[in-house]
């Protein structure tokens, strides 16, 4: 599985950008798809997942309803759309797959994610 991340920026705070990740060699259909971020000096963290065959979502506390996690099975993608966006929101933002499909219990595990994008940047000034 390959995955292309695509739709990051800069803007400002308060703005919105959307973040989309292409799936290729593999459909998408069946299984999770997650997106995580990492700052500069900071470990990679969860912020949303979504389970592609029934659309069940997962966020990060401090997305605090800012986020939106959906998916387009045709074209297997999938999208983080970020609303209200925060000067502690910038980071490189990557896609990332399991093998299958994840619960709810574990599908904050990066180390469950096998297969990642390349990263986007998203940079938030104040």
């Known amino acids: 599985v390959q995955l292309q991340a695509s739709g990051g920026g800069l803007v400002q705070a308060g703005g919105s950008l959307r973040l989309s990740c292409a799936g290729s060699?593999?459909?998408?259909?069946?299984?999770?798809m997650g997106w995580f971020r990492q700052a500069p000096g900071k470990e990679r963290e969860f912020v949303a997942s979504?389970?592609?065959?029934?659309?069940?979502?997962y966020y990060a506390d401090f997305v605090k309803g800012r986020f939106a996690i959906s998916r387009d099975n045709a074209k297997n993608t999938v999208y983080l759309q970020m609303n209200k966006l925060e000067p502690e929101d910038t980071a490189v933002y990557y896609c990332?797959?399991?093998?299958?499909?994840?619960?709810?219990?574990?599908?904050?595990?990066?180390?469950?994610?096998?297969?990642w994008g390349q990263g986007t940047q998203v940079t938030v000034s104040s």
């Open positions: 990332a797959a399991p093998t299958g499909v994840l619960d709810s219990g574990s599908v904050r595990e990066l180390g469950l994610y096998k297969y």
């Open positions: 060699g593999r459909s998408l259909s069946g299984s999770t």
């Open positions: 979504i389970k592609m065959i029934d659309l069940i979502t």
